[in-house]
């Protein structure tokens, strides 16, 4: 097992354990075990993808970074560990929202309707 040196990512991964069981939502322990990787081997999600894998008004769910690489056509909910600037520029541009995925816990503590893009 790899050991986070982080302490924002280490406290991120014990919060999204301690949901997962109070709240009985699986998708937040696979989230908290994709973010035990090591840095190198975490998702790196271009908009292109997310455009292509999504309707509008979607939330997502990056566990890892989103880069800007293409265009983001309709408006979603992007939750992800970072953003690039430019990412984030485009979603708010078409009127997405940027969150932190400790954010989209609050919002929606059973993960219902959130799709996962790696």
């Not at 271009?46 to 566990?63: E, G």
Request: hydrophobic share 40%; with cysteine.
């Amino acid at each position: 097992m790899v050991t986070k040196t982080n302490p924002k990512i280490t406290k991120l991964i014990k919060s999204l354990k301690e949901k997962s069981y109070q709240e009985e939502a699986a998708i937040w322990k696979e989230i908290a075990c994709k973010l035990e990787k090591p840095t190198r081997r975490q998702a790196e999600v271009n908009l292109s993808k997310i455009n292509r894998h999504t309707q509008p008004d979607d939330v997502v769910l990056v566990p890892g970074k989103v880069l800007s690489s293409g265009v983001l056509d309709h408006k979603v909910q992007v939750a992800a560990l970072d953003f690039s600037l430019k990412a984030a520029e485009k979603i708010d541009k078409v009127g997405g929202e940027i969150l932190d995925i400790d954010a989209l816990v609050e919002k929606n503590p059973k993960g219902t309707g959130v799709k996962i893009i790696q």
